[in-house]
């Protein structure tokens, strides 16, 4: 399995901008399709996005899009999430996770990530 590590969170006003980290470590990293999920109090994790191994292809809920914007760096085994316009409703724990590419499952469901960091707080002040 890859190891994965969350950096880069923090508290940030309304409007503003945070770039997330995720540094992988174990197995080579483009062998997998990387993915940020996101949990609030009180609330179930919830898909933010996610990049194919090569990066040609991104998803993102509709929450995000145009404010989200997900990329990777396989030379550095890094997955980044650049939040942009971020809103008091972006607050949440920022989890990265991992799985084998090539799965024929969707990347939406959190059940088809087999790998997760810790997670990184963000929090959005109004």
């Known amino acids: 399995q890859v190891q994965l590590v969350e950096s880069g969170g923090g508290l940030v006003q309304a409007g503003g901008s945070l770039r997330l980290s995720c540094a992988a470590s174990?197995?080579?990293?483009?062998?997998?399709?990387m993915g940020w999920f996101r949990q609030a109090p009180g609330k179930e994790r919830e898909f933010v996005t996610a990049?194919?191994?090569?990066?040609?292809?991104?998803y993102y809920t509709d929450s995000v899009k145009g404010r989200f914007t997900i990329s990777r760096d396989n030379a550095e085994s890094t997955v980044y999430l650049q939040m942009n316009s971020l809103k008091p409703e972006d607050t949440a724990v920022y989890f990265c996770?991992?799985?084998?590419?090539?799965?024929?499952?969707?990347?939406?469901?959190?059940?088809?990530?087999?790998?997760w960091g810790q997670g990184t707080q963000v929090t959005v002040s109004s």
């Open positions: 996770a991992a799985r084998i590419r090539g799965s024929r499952y969707n990347v939406y469901d959190s059940r088809n990530f087999g790998s």
């Open positions: 174990g197995r080579t990293f483009s062998s997998y399709t």
């Open positions: 990049i194919n191994w090569n990066g040609v292809s991104t």
